[in-house]
């Protein structure tokens, strides 16, 4: 079940966030795709939020060191803020030392389409996204110019409307249509306070109660509107606890159950703890819990081949009665049969199939053989089974312990096995897994860039770990890595992360030593591999060509772990 976000509640989190971590320190942070989670890294304090469709949460944590996949920004939380009647958060980072643009992280919370971006303050360019989108009249990809989602423009967020105008737009409709009205025209109301807004209003059409029932909505909305004085509250709701600004009144039957909490936050920790207890921390690394129930699904599909081996198995003893009976009728036999009927010990017609390549006795072997493996394997598979079981359970247990974090990522990872297993997932997304076939650097734009760790590992970073449109370099006229920036935007990319990655290329080539080194590069669409040409072998169109000048620093200082 997941938390959800209306303009009031967006609006009252700001408020609290600023008087709680505003103008603080910040470290980085990281887009997670995995789970869908944003983190902030402050110095005294980690800001989570939960933005997949069953989530919602958010989280004022202790600090933690930013893991390596996160984006280092040394920056102070200049502002939190909400955008007038929507679900837009923001949270302003001035970025302290060194060049660059400021950063402003933008939280979407509207509609089904949560999100999360960085997007440079100066131009407007999104540097980093949550969730990719290229469709629609508002894309979300790195390189392009941000467009917030299109304002409402409702009625009431500059003036309150006043009581005349409030009964004027409701009262002359039907019952059934003033909730839709109300949500299309006016300003602050959502799903989870209209019912409050109404009242009785919403189910009679006119009289004086239900002109008393839109007057004292009307109250409500005003206080809401503005909310000088919070009081947060875990509301009941079918899809789980609500966290709230405002004990909103609610039917008789279920008004007893609301909450009363100290802060926002605290509703929202509750809220977590009670709908979701088996959720897993967000700092665990989204790519680890993947393999560990990958390697959950790979025990079980195990056990369940094992099981099935062992249901299949044959009874030996007919088996070997069967062998003892051919040879026992041997000169009854005649060789190229495929079936023959004898009379068993028991004086009883049988009818037994034959190889009819083999000879009788061939085929008598045949049948004690497979009376040999049948018991065979009902000796050897419930051992294997009950082992499998153990796995199982094990991993079970540990898959409980990560997502409580009462086991370190290491720690999983040996014990289940899973060192060097790759990911399958996106990669580069999460954690970092070494049998990757490159090396990841990240610029100083903040751009992610790859770099082959061989011929053989060039094709594969290549053709298997890059997109179409990203942008591929590789050093003129000598041996070397292909380099991969990550690239979707538009045009070119930023020329200073493009020189960063021509640096790159340069260092991971032949002709490292060189004062300078001509690189060339092109997207990577336009790079293709002749037939049966060697490893590390491709032919790039439609190149262009940089110089770079190598600098073992710079390697250094750009490298990702």
Known sequence: MSIRWDP???????????????????????????????LVYGREWTLALELHPTAGYLQLLPPRDPPQSAHTFASRLRSIEATPDDRILTLG????????????????????????????????????????RQRGPEPRLSGV????????????????LSLDEWTELLLPLPAEERRSSLLRNVAYTSSINVPALLGRAAEEDAGRVVEEHLRQGWELWCELRVLDSPRPALLPDPRGPQPYPYPIPLPAEVEGRIVITESLLDAFGRARVEAAPDRPSVFVPSTLVRELEGAIERVERRMRGLQRELEEAPDPVPL????????????EIRRGAEEVAVVDFEGEEVRIPLDPALAPHENAERYYDRAARAERAKARLPGMIRKEERRLQEYREMRGALK??????????????LTGRPDRGRAGSGGD???????????????????????????DLTFRHSDPNDVWLHARHAAGA???????????????????????AAVHSEARTSGSVPVDWTRRKYVRKPRKAPPGSVIPDRVQTLFAEPSAAMEKRLRVG
């Open 8 to 38: 009031i509640l967006v609006r009252e989190v700001a408020r609290e966030l600023s008087r709680r971590v505003g103008g603080s320190r910040v470290r980085g942070f990281l887009l997670d795709p995995g789970p869908r989670n944003l």
């Open 93 to 132: 980072l001035q970025k302290i030392r060194g060049r660059g643009s400021s950063l402003d992280l933008v939280v979407e919370l509207v509609g089904n389409r949560w999100n999360a971006l960085a997007v440079e303050r100066e131009t407007g360019t999104i540097r980093h996204v949550l969730v990719p």
């Open 145 to 160: 110019a941000y467009a917030p989602p299109r304002a409402r423009h409702r009625g009431g967020v500059r003036e309150p």
């Open 320 to 331: 070997r009665r069967t062998g003892d009976l051919l040879l026992a009728r041997f000169e």
């Open 404 to 417: 409580e974090e009462r086991v370190t990522p290491e720690e999983v990872r040996r014990k289940a096995d």
């Open 433 to 459: 897994v070494q049998t990757l076939p490159y090396r990841r650097y990240r610029s100083s734009g903040g751009l992610e860039i790859r770099v082959g760790r061989g011929a053989r590992r060039n094709d």
């Open 482 to 504: 292909h380099v991969i920036l990550r690239w979707t935007g538009e045009g070119s990319p930023p020329s200073r992360d493009l020189a960063e990655a021509a640096v790159l």
